[in-house]
């Protein structure tokens, strides 16, 4: 379970350094933003997780014209857009859970760019994104798949095997399949959905720097557990690991495998 306070605490933390370290969801955001123009004309759109607003640039851009209600979960990142986007007077801001939506607007596009990994109950999200859509409206998005940090997870993995212990705990949320979300957006009652996934890799000197870059987006661990901590020892066992294993050009590597997804009402 993960736990959203903790969530809106660490990203609005680091809502100054995220734009620097946030190399692959700036990509996804460029993605989503072909996506969404390909897709057709919208005049009334809100976004899931606006973050710093990068995407959110792209999208009012894309649509001078539009009324886009941009929404976060962190008050720290919400100010932030709201800093970075002063100049674009159609954009609006809300405090808000993307999973549990308080607002009864309605919209003809509910878009996000990689939030939905932080979702709880992505059938009971889903269900609201449904509800708030005018018929004919799009869900469009992006987030990240089942593969992304295969590395670490291995690494842990084998860490825990060589230290004897019994159980492996998994370190980090659970994320979902195409097929899984596939089914979930048909539940709701989405027509014509389509995913698409692709896998990148990206570099770092060690694993350490890796880790660092993730902390530095709020994106480390917000999973609530039974309050014990990852030993150091894990830690050290883990770090060889990975360094002896996933290594290429003298980096190590963590592979990041991205879904977009779109289904209308």
């Known amino acids: 379970m993960i736990c959203k306070k903790q969530v809106a605490r660490r990203f609005g933390k680091m809502s100054s350094?995220?734009?620097?370290?946030a190399r692959v969801q700036k990509y996804m955001a460029l993605i989503l933003a072909n996506k969404v123009q390909r897709s057709g004309a919208y005049e009334r759109i809100l976004e899931i997780g606006c973050g710093t607003g990068y995407f959110t640039r792209l999208l009012a851009e894309t649509f001078p014209k539009a009324h886009i209600l941009a929404s976060d979960i962190s008050p720290g990142m919400l100010d932030a857009t709201k800093k970075n986007l002063a100049s674009y007077p159609h954009i609006r801001y809300t405090l808000e859970d993307g999973e549990s939506l308080k607002t009864q607007e309605s919209?003809?596009?509910?878009?996000?760019n990689a939030a939905f990994q932080w979702f709880n109950q992505t059938p009971r999200a889903f269900n609201g994104f449904y509800d708030r859509l005018t018929p004919g409206g799009a869900l469009i998005y992006t987030t990240f798949g089942k593969q992304t940090f295969q590395e670490l997870h291995a690494s842990f993995q084998a860490a825990q095997e060589q230290l004897g212990i019994a159980s492996y705990a998994k370190h980090g949320q659970s994320l979902l399949t195409i097929p899984s979300l596939q089914n979930i957006m048909k539940l709701a009652g989405f027509t014509q959905a389509v995913h698409s996934e692709e896998k990148y890799r990206e570099y770092f000197p060690t694993v350490k720097d890796f880790l660092i870059s993730v902390k530095k987006i709020g994106a480390n661990n917000a999973s609530q557990h039974n309050g014990s901590t990852t030993s150091r020892?894990?830690?050290?066992a883990m770090i060889r690991h990975y360094e002896d294993t996933f290594r290429e050009h003298g980096q190590?590597?963590?592979t990041y495998h991205t879904i977009c997804g779109i289904g209308r009402k």
């Open 17 to 21: 350094s995220y734009d620097k370290y």
């Open 233 to 236: 020892q894990l830690m050290f």
């Open 107 to 112: 919209f003809d596009l509910i878009v996000s």
């Open 252 to 254: 190590i590597y963590a």
